[in-house]
């Protein structure tokens, strides 16, 4: 059985230093043939030179490189700019997110929702980019019930969207669920889960606590249970992901996209122990 395709993504590095970290990382991943490394793109833009300035070293090493786009508080003209410089550089993937409104900035912009872009980005270029969306299994902490979050999803899909990259999870069933329920309503597009490996605790509880992600009541214990020991918790984090990863191949997952926090060591120990090398 072919293994599902594999990616890995970054956020642009702030200092000379970063930059130089981030280029040892990616060699390390490279390694592992992935299909795309892709790069985030700040709340309103505020990392849109990084941003570019990454997809740029990646793509002049020879991998395929996928800028994410974030369209609130962003105009047509701003991201018509943005499509036709990675559309000359040779980029043929986007990551189209509606982002969020960073703090002291009052206006959305021109475009509400992550489905106008979708429209967008296919009126400007036509079918020139394979363009990703995001999926919710747990749905969008913002949406008011699961059934309104699928539509939404529904809507990006419709608009041209290619495929999708989940929120990261643990729940293997939540999920197989939301695939299930997006193939009842007629969405095709792969959907590619997620994947955040278990770095520090605070951190990950911070993050999941901002974007809804669930942390199963039995995992937060354990987690909770290790305190300070570093060690203890990349151990149990290296064996619970890459179960949940075993869980999600079975189950017939066409990708697995792992959020790296610019760093290698975990993503690669879960993808060798997967088989992958």
Same mark, same amino acid.
């Given at each position: 059985?072919?293994?599902?395709? @594999?990616?890995? /993504?970054?956020?642009? !590095?702030? *200092? !000379?230093?970063?930059? /130089?970290?981030?280029?040892?990382?990616?060699?390390?991943?490279?390694?592992?043939?992935?299909?795309?490394?892709?790069?985030?793109?700040?709340?309103?833009?505020?990392?849109?030179?990084?941003?570019?300035?990454?997809?740029? +070293? @990646?793509?002049?090493?020879?991998?395929?490189?996928?800028?994410?786009?974030?369209?609130?508080?962003?105009?047509?003209?701003?991201?018509?700019?943005?499509?036709? #410089?990675?559309?000359? +550089?040779?980029?043929?993937?986007?990551?189209?997110?509606?982002?969020? +409104? !960073?703090?002291?900035?009052?206006? @959305?912009?021109?475009?509400?929702?992550? $489905?106008?872009?979708?429209?967008?980005?296919?009126?400007? *270029?036509?079918?020139?980019?394979?363009?990703?969306?995001?999926?919710?299994?747990?749905?969008?902490?913002?949406?008011?019930?699961?059934?309104?979050?699928?539509? $939404?999803?529904? %809507?990006?899909? =419709?608009?041209?969207?290619?495929?999708?990259?989940?929120?990261?999870?643990?729940? #293997?069933? #939540?999920?197989?669920?939301?695939?299930?329920?997006?193939?009842?309503?007629?969405?095709?597009?792969?959907?590619?889960?997620?994947?955040?490996?278990?770095?520090?605790?605070?951190?990950?509880? %911070?993050?999941?606590?901002?974007?809804?992600?669930?942390? !199963?009541?039995?995992?937060?214990?354990?987690?909770?249970?290790?305190?300070?020991?570093?060690?203890?918790?990349?151990?149990?984090?290296?064996?619970?992901?890459?179960?949940?990863?075993?869980?999600? @191949?079975?189950?017939?997952?066409?990708? +697995?996209?792992?959020?790296?926090?610019?760093?290698?060591?975990? =993503?690669?120990?879960?993808?060798?122990?997967?088989?992958?090398?």
């Amino acid at each position: 059985m072919n293994k599902p395709l @594999i990616s890995f /993504e970054f956020f642009p !590095p702030q *200092t !000379p230093e970063g930059v /130089e970290k981030l280029t040892a990382v990616r060699k390390q991943l490279a390694v592992l043939n992935p299909e795309f490394f892709s790069v985030t793109f700040g709340a309103g833009g505020s990392t849109q030179d990084r941003t570019m300035e990454t997809i740029r +070293l @990646i793509h002049a090493e020879g991998h395929h490189a996928a800028p994410h786009l974030s369209c609130v508080g962003s105009t047509r003209d701003n991201i018509r700019a943005l499509l036709l #410089a990675y559309k000359e +550089l040779g980029i043929n993937r986007i990551v189209a997110l509606r982002g969020d +409104l !960073p703090s002291g900035m009052h206006s @959305i912009g021109e475009f509400q929702y992550a $489905n106008e872009l979708v429209s967008f980005i296919r009126a400007q *270029t036509g079918e020139h980019f394979h363009i990703e969306v995001a999926a919710y299994p747990e749905f969008h902490p913002q949406a008011r019930t699961a059934h309104d979050d699928l539509i $939404n999803f529904k %809507r990006k899909v =419709s608009a041209g969207a290619n495929s999708a990259i989940t929120q990261y999870f643990y729940n #293997a069933d #939540a999920y197989f669920r939301f695939v299930e329920d997006s193939r009842k309503l007629s969405i095709t597009a792969p959907i590619v889960p997620g994947i955040m490996p278990i770095m520090k605790f605070s951190q990950l509880a %911070r993050f999941s606590d901002m974007c809804g992600a669930e942390i !199963p009541r039995w995992m937060r214990k354990t987690l909770e249970g290790y305190g300070d020991n570093t060690e203890s918790v990349q151990a149990f984090g290296l064996d619970v992901v890459t179960q949940l990863c075993e869980k999600l @191949i079975a189950g017939g997952a066409p990708g +697995l996209h792992f959020y790296t926090l610019n760093q290698a060591g975990a =993503s690669l120990e879960i993808v060798k122990r997967l088989g992958y090398q």
